[in-house]
Every structure is written in C-alpha cells, then in structure tokens.
C-alpha cells in the first residue's frame, strides 16, 4: 500500500519550499521505507532550492542529512530490519563499477538508489535531494543507503553524520591524511568546516587554524579544536595563517566555503608541499586565475574531496562510536531544533549565520 508523506518541496530555482503532502510507493527489491525522526539543513540544500546547481530537476525534494527508523523493507533486503534506527548514506557502493572493482568503492561511480518511486499529489515525479530527500516524514531508499545505529543516541546528532560531519571529518582523515604533529588551515566555519577542525584534531594536529568573515563562527570554532582564530574580513587570511605558522604557511588547508577566492587563500596559504583540499560546492559561476609558476613553486596537492572520501559502511558507526565516547562533539554543532513547517527559517538563519546546523526534527 502506498505511505501518504509529508515534505518540503523545492518546486522552482530560488522560490520558498512547499511543504506539501506526497505518495511514496511500497518500496522495491532491495529498497526500504524509512521514517525520518531528524534530518540536518546543509548548505548543499539551500543551493538546490536556489537553483545554483542548474535549473533541472525540480521539483526536489530536499534534504540528504537524515536519520530515521525503518518502517518497510522489500524483498531481498538483509542489512537492516523493521524498526531499525538508520543513518542514511548518500553514498552506496555498487560493487561493480570501474572504481568499485579496482578496490576503490569510496570513488564509486554508480552508487545505488531506489528506483523513482515518490510523486507529488498533482503525479509529478518528485526528484530527491542526492539521492535520498530527509527534509520528510518518509522517504524510500536503496537499502545499502541504510547504516544502523544504537537507538540509544539521539537522532539529531547522528543525522548531522549522514552528510556534513562526514564530509568534514572524512576531509582531514582521508583526503588530506593529516599528520600528528602538524598544522591545518579551515576556511569556512559551518557545519562542515568545524567538522574537518574536529577531523583535524582527532588525527593529532597541533596547530589548528580557523578561518572565517563571522566573529561568531569563529568562536563557535574554538569549542571544536581551532587554537587559532584569523577573521579574513578584518586581515589578510593567507599572511594571518603565515605568522601563526613561523612564516611556513601550513601542511593542510581545507576550503570549505565554495569560493574562488577561498580556494586560492587555501593554495597559497600552504607549506612547501602542503595538501590543499576542496571542499565546497562552487556552482557553474566561479572561475579561478592562477599564478602557476608560484602554484607549482610550493608543491603539494590539491584534491577534491566529496564526501570526505567516505565508507559509510565503515565510517558512520566509527563516527558515532566516537560521539558516544565524547571524542566527536555533535551536541555544539546542532544550533536549533526546527519542525518540518519552519525549513524556510532554518535556511534564513543559515544566511544569516546563525547556526551551524539547524535539524528538522520529527514526534
Ligand atoms: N564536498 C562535499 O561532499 C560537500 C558535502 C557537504 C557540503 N558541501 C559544501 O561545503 C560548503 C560548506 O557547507 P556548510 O553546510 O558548512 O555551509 P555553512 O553555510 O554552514 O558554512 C559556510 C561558512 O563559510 C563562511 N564564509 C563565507 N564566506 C567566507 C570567506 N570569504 N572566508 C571565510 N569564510 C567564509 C560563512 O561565514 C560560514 O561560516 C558548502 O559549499 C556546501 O555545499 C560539500
Ligand atoms: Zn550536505
Ligand atoms: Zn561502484
């Protein structure tokens, strides 16, 4: 039997959401029904509903930070059973792709979704934010998207696992590798990059360097392992980061703010050799003019990380372990609770820098 759910629709670029009632169809083979109990509002969201991703594909429905409980499972279905509490993944290695089958399945090409199986009321197929759509009572997923947790931790603080905490922890961990000992620049203090500071101090860096353009940001900063504050609206950041560090510059800097001007600071604010690692979604707008004798000059990498080079299989149990032993601070990086009708506020506040992440909660 069809489930009637309830959802916050982007219906048209840059217009407020709908929440608006919607069918959900059983779910398929291997595809399970999931009652969403928290879902996080990522900046990723917000770009979608204004159409800075491209104009097709709407209507969406957003949200891919979620938690829930599984309510129905399709034939086939073995990972997870009725009643489980989930964190859903926007990631779900096929197994069989080229990366897959090269041992690479964090690169996965064609990772598993449930089939189309949502429609607005008026019939019109609803498209779901990467692949999953949380900012809901109920949404249907390919059941490798499903990563059980103890439902003894609270569904607020593991949804924020499902994307945002992910991508950043997975930042410092995986795609830059950081060192003990070393230093680390973050541009762009949000959800995601306090994230990649707590990734950074986990993995034993030393210097911690914040950097954002809100006082408030940064001193939010400070609770999750920054030991440097540079306010890049009130000094140069890349000379800031060069005195904190001897004159070196860092052996990390991350961009996760999705500017040009962010990504070059984070080039050029490295060491000799340093990893660069980008982060935040652009859009099709900026472009970036570089030096390229004084790029090459300085060595090193630069990598895009997605996810946060992920195994949601293997990383969101170890993340959530990890909240559980007080090592991952989730508590300070959920700002508010909001319901389902106030998604609208929840992307105002993140405007105006008033949170770190607000989550949708549901009874
Ligand atoms: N690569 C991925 O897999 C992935 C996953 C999730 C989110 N993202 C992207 O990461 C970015 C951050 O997401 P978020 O949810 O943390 O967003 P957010 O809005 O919460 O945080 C962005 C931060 O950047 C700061 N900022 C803005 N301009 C700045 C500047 N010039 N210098 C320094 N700081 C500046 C803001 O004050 C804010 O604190 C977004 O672009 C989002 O789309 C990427
Ligand atoms: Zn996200
Ligand atoms: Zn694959």
Not at 235 to 262: H, L, M, P, W
Request: net charge negative.
């Amino acid at each position: 039997m069809p489930t009637k759910a309830r959802g916050a629709i982007a219906r048209s670029p840059g217009q407020p959401v709908h929440i608006e009632e919607f069918m959900i169809d059983d779910p398929g083979a291997n595809e399970i029904l999931v009652r969403i109990l928290a879902s996080g509002v990522c900046h990723t969201d917000y770009g979608v509903k204004m159409g800075v991703y491209g104009s097709d594909g709407f209507p969406f429905l957003l949200g891919h930070e979620g938690a829930g409980i599984v309510e129905k499972t399709g034939p086939g279905v073995t990972n997870v059973s009725e009643g489980d509490h989930v964190i859903l993944a926007w990631r779900a290695p096929c197994g069989s792709c080229r990366f897959c089958r090269a041992g690479k399945p964090n690169f996965c090409s064609a990772s598993l979704n449930a089939q189309p199986r949502m429609k607005t009321m008026q019939g019109e197929q609803l498209n779901p934010v990467l692949g999953i759509g949380t900012f809901c009572t109920h949404t249907v997923v390919h059941a490798t998207q499903a990563i059980p947790y103890p439902a003894s931790l609270p569904a607020a603080q593991m949804s924020l696992i499902g994307c945002g905490v992910m991508t950043g922890v997975g930042a410092a961990l995986y795609a830059a590798g950081v060192e003990p000992g070393s230093s680390a620049a973050v541009f762009g203090c949000g959800g995601v990059g306090d994230s990649v500071i707590q990734g950074a101090r986990l993995a034993g860096a030393t210097t911690i360097i914040a950097v954002d353009i809100d006082p408030q940001k940064l001193e939010w900063a400070k609770d999750f392992g920054a030991t440097h504050l540079v306010n890049a609206a009130e000094q140069d950041a890349v000379a800031a980061i060069k005195e904190i560090t001897g004159g070196n510059g860092v052996n990390y800097s991350f961009e996760a703010v999705g500017s040009a001007k962010t990504l070059e600071q984070a080039l050029f604010c490295r060491d000799l050799a340093g990893t660069c690692v980008f982060i935040g979604v652009p859009g099709p707008g900026p472009t970036l003019e570089l030096p390229l004798q004084k790029f090459f000059d300085l060595g090193g990498n630069l990598c895009v990380s997605w996810y946060g080079n992920c195994l949601p299989t293997r990383d969101f149990p170890m993340l959530a372990q990890w909240y559980e032993q007080g090592q991952l601070n989730l508590d300070g990086v959920v700002s508010r609770k909001v319901s389902l009708e106030e998604t609208e506020d929840a992307f105002a506040a993140m405007e105006r820098g008033e949170t770190l992440r607000s989550v949708i909660v549901f009874d």
